[in-house]
């Protein structure tokens, strides 16, 4: 999972892992998971409709953000959009933002308010997560997995920042943990159904494959069969297939 995926070297690199002779690579890879599980536990109708309809939601979010007439190059619009879904994910301040997207502190922190603004109920979630939280010592998955968050307590400040960070990003990114660990079961159990098919590697939201070369198409649907359908959320689940020779040309 070190292997860099930004860079056209650190993407090329994934050419060095090759299929057997006669078999290829499927490259199983969960879509914006975070963000569906997001939805799901926030319950904010916007943002859920949005994956209902297959909308792209650093577009929804852009838009949300920046409005219709923000002048920014479509491009980088998006790429904005995409870290600021990500940094409020995870707690970033106006501060941080402003150095991951190269606006003042001030820009950053409108930014902030126009996507609570636009995703009301997530900033609900947000408080509730915390103060429920703090109230218990205890943070949890959708599945119940439990960790200890003491430090949301401490006077320290900044020890109490980092422990509300973790209160509300551990039910998101730890119940997209969970449903890849239940996916992986569920096609661990079926790929009796492909002769020589193995389950080979996991990083982070991606499962990888091996099968013989003549029953790849079947195996990346049963994978995909059994992926999207690992857990039923308010929101689809939905897996980016991609076949190939090697982990680069899989990777779709």
């Known amino acids: 999972q070190n292997i860099p995926i930004r860079t056209e070297l650190g993407r090329e690199i994934r050419r060095a892992f090759v299929a057997e002779p006669g078999h290829l690579l499927i490259s199983a890879d969960y879509s914006q998971i975070e963000l569906r599980v997001l939805a799901h536990l926030a319950g904010d109708e916007t943002l859920t409709r949005a994956f209902q309809n297959g909308e792209d939601i650093h577009d929804r979010t852009a838009l949300k953000v920046f409005g219709p007439a923000s002048g920014l190059d479509p491009h980088e619009l998006r790429r904005r959009a995409k870290i600021i879904n990500y940094a409020l994910l995870y707690g970033k301040t106006a501060f941080t933002l402003a150095k991951d997207i190269g606006v003042t502190p001030q820009a950053a922190q409108a930014f902030i308010d126009a996507y609570f603004d636009g995703f009301p109920k997530v900033r609900s979630f947000i408080d509730r997560t915390i103060e429920e939280a703090r109230g218990s010592g205890v943070v949890r998955t959708m599945f119940g997995r439990r960790r ?21 990003n551990l039910p998101i990114q730890g119940t997209a943990a969970d449903i890849l660990k239940r996916a992986m079961i569920d096609v661990h159990g079926s790929l009796g159904a492909v002769p020589g098919a193995r389950m080979i590697l996991t990083v982070h939201d991606e499962l990888l494959f091996e099968v013989p070369g003549d029953q790849a198409e079947k195996a990346a649907a049963l994978v995909r069969g059994k992926m999207e359908s690992a857990v039923q959320l308010n929101v689809p689940l939905t897996v980016d297939i991609g076949i190939g020779p090697n982990w680069k040309e899989a990777k779709a």
Do not use: D
């Open 148 to 168: 200890l968050v003491p430090e949301l307590t401490s006077r320290n400040g900044q020890i109490r920042s980092a422990a509300e960070r973790v209160a509300v």
